[in-house]
């Protein structure tokens, strides 16, 4: 089957959250936001170009003044599918909710980080942004969107809890979710890297749990990211990356950088294997672990499979 290609606008990095372990900390008030006539410009530049799905990320894009208009715009490019992913605290307003949805919005992923209040707000460092996100899903739901997803970030705080915010997902009854394992590359986790990154060996057992969870729910995407295989052996159809090769073929348009090929150059830039990886079974579908991972915490980690 022919690749999908895939466009990732990122307007700017301004959010109305302020997560602990942000990707983007460094950015968010320091790089101006792209104006609403470069974002249009991209848009029909990605749809002559076959983009059929064009996903908008951030920082935050429901904050955004022209975000309804914007999505308007990308319905009447024709683009399949028109996803953001968002922390939902914009969602949580009914009105807001509605217009978007009725502009065309026809995919949404919230960002969960914790099971509880006290945990995604901690993390989040906004008190009453878990209720507003729960708020925001219910909204959502209730105007007639079908295609709600999740994600999660994988830090330190939260992963001995990573089955439990599985278990609120599901009742949630979100079914297209994605756990991911925090990336030290740049921001907040590259900064105070102990601060917020496990130890995968630590991390495992506790992630399976939650894995078990879209297993026997037969969830056809309940899905691990960035993490090396020999800890996911039992979990292969699983892991994102995995399936994302074959079916995506995906560009990230940032202000501050251009990305044509975001599966090949995570695998040759972001992450790494090591000496001890050869003679691995899994080696070729491997993409190993995150250098700045191996930088702090070594590869000793890393169990080459027979
Ligand atoms: S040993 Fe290396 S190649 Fe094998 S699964 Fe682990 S990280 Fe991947």
């Known amino acids: 089957m022919p690749k999908i290609k895939k466009t990732v606008i990122i307007p700017g990095?301004?959010?109305?959250?302020?997560?602990?372990?942000?990707?983007?900390?460094?950015?968010?008030?320091?790089?101006?936001?792209?104006?609403?006539?470069?974002?249009?410009?991209?848009?029909?530049?990605?749809?002559?170009?076959?983009t059929t799905y064009l996903e908008?990320?951030?920082?935050?894009?429901?904050?955004?003044?022209?975000?309804?208009?914007?999505?308007?715009?990308?319905?009447?490019?024709?683009?399949?599918?028109?996803?953001?992913?968002?922390?939902?605290?914009?969602?949580?307003?009914?009105?807001?909710?509605?217009?978007?949805?009725?502009a065309g919005l026809n995919s949404l992923v919230f960002s969960i980080h914790g099971h509880t209040a006290q945990l995604h707000d901690f993390l989040t460092q906004v008190k009453g942004s878990f209720n507003q996100l729960k708020k925001g899903i219910e909204n959502v739901r209730k105007v007639?969107?079908?295609?709600?997803g999740s994600n999660t970030t994988i830090v330190k705080q939260n992963y001995k809890y990573i089955a439990q915010i599985g278990k609120l997902i599901y009742n949630l009854g979100i079914r297209n979710s994605e756990f991911i394992f925090v990336d030290p590359s740049y921001g907040a986790a590259h900064d105070r890297f102990y601060k917020f990154v496990p130890k995968i060996s630590e991390a495992a057992s506790?992630?399976?749990?939650?894995?078990?969870?879209?297993?026997?729910?037969?969830?056809?995407?309940?899905a691990i990211r960035y993490v090396p295989l020999c800890y996911f052996t039992d979990y292969l159809d699983q892991v994102s990356e995995l399936q994302e090769v074959e079916i995506f073929h995906t560009e990230h348009l940032?202000?501050?950088?251009?990305?044509?090929?975001?599966?090949?150059?995570?695998?040759?830039v972001g992450r790494a294997k090591t000496k001890r990886c050869q003679g691995c079974r899994l080696y070729d579908k491997c993409e190993g672990i995150w250098k700045d991972y191996l930088k702090n915490y070594g590869d000793k980690e890393l169990k080459p499979m027979k």
């Open 206 to 222: 506790y992630i399976h749990k939650c894995l078990d969870i879209g297993k026997k729910h037969k969830i056809s995407h309940w």
């Open 56 to 102: 908008l990320v951030g920082g935050e894009m429901s904050i955004r003044p022209d975000i309804v208009g914007l999505i308007k715009f990308a319905k009447e490019q024709d683009f399949k599918t028109i996803m953001m992913s968002t922390n939902g605290r914009m969602y949580s307003y009914r009105n807001f909710a509605k217009k978007i949805v009725e």
């Open 13 to 50: 990095y301004r959010c109305n959250n302020n997560c602990q372990f942000c990707l983007n900390i460094n950015k968010r008030n320091s790089i101006p936001e792209k104006t609403t006539l470069q974002i249009k410009k991209e848009m029909v530049e990605a749809r002559n170009s076959g």
């Open 144 to 148: 007639g969107l079908k295609n709600i």
């Open 254 to 268: 940032a202000p501050d950088f251009e990305n044509r090929d975001v599966e090949g150059s995570r695998k040759v």
